[in-house]
């Protein structure tokens, strides 16, 4: 069975550094792409970018370009949302996906975690 | 930059038919943007309904269908239920492995 388990909630101040996980199981784990989709409190989902773990290749949303770092540990089949410098605007909830496809099939998202919810205050 | 655009809310009566729709600020949206359709309650993970335009995922019921109605994406739901209640977002691909989330319907049966 495919499983996406997150990390746990995170409370932060701004300016802190912050590092999330996905760890994957059920499934090869280098073999699909894996990402994050954001949730603002009361707010829609937005696609941030996601990883190709055999490879490292990474894509950005141009929303979250140099804003995120988006990792993954083929070892550990772990996926990573990290921030060098929290704002109080990072607060929301943040869910990994499985995201399946190709260029020419277009990509879905599988399978969801059950989100960490990050809150940043001063 | 293209904005992917929807309906802010839909009501619709038990046992009704609805028909949301995803669109974008700037052109067409056909096939070749895979369209997807999720749907959140509130306070849950999205689940998946819908991809590449009509495929319904696993276990979802034949009564939520998915389409290409002139030049935005639909997800139509048939035989309206009262926990179709829910958040519907649609998600179209724009290349390069990237993709971009509508905002979301609210539909509320009552």
């Known amino acids: 069975e495919v499983q996406l388990l997150q990390s746990g909630p995170e409370v932060k101040k701004p300016g802190e550094s912050l590092r999330i996980s996905c760890k994957a199981s059920g499934y090869t784990f280098a073999s699909y792409w894996i990402g994050w989709v954001r949730q603002m409190p009361g707010k829609g989902l937005e696609w941030m970018g996601i990883?190709?773990?055999?490879?490292?290749?990474?894509r950005y949303s141009p929303s979250f370009q140099g804003l995120v770092t988006i990792s993954a540990g083929k070892s550990f089949t772990t996926a990573y949302l990290q921030w060098s410098s929290l704002k109080a605007s990072d607060t929301g909830m943040y869910y990994c996906?499985?995201?399946?496809?190709?260029?020419?099939?277009?990509?879905?998202?599988?399978?969801w975690g059950q989100g960490t919810l990050v809150t940043v205050s001063s | 930059q293209t904005v992917v655009t929807q309906e802010p809310s839909f009501s619709v009566s038990p046992g009704g038919t609805v028909t949301l729709t995803c669109g974008l600020s700037?052109?067409?949206?056909?096939?070749?943007?895979?369209p997807n359709w999720y749907r959140q309650t509130p306070g849950q993970a999205p689940r998946t309904l819908i991809y590449?335009?009509?495929t319904r995922s696993s276990g979802v019921p034949d009564r939520f269908s998915g389409s290409i109605l002139g030049n935005k994406a639909a997800l139509t739901i048939t035989g309206a239920q009262a926990d179709d209640e829910s958040d519907y977002y649609c998600?179209?691909?724009?290349?390069?492995?990237?993709?971009?989330f509508g905002p979301g319907t609210k539909v509320t049966v009552l």
């Open positions: 990883i190709y773990p055999t490879d490292s290749d990474t």
């Open positions: 700037s052109g067409s949206v056909s096939s070749s943007y895979f």
């Open positions: 590449s335009t009509n």
């Open positions: 998600v179209l691909y724009m290349g390069s492995g990237i993709s971009v």
């Open positions: 996906v499985r995201q399946v496809g190709s260029d020419w099939t277009g990509y879905y998202f599988d399978y």
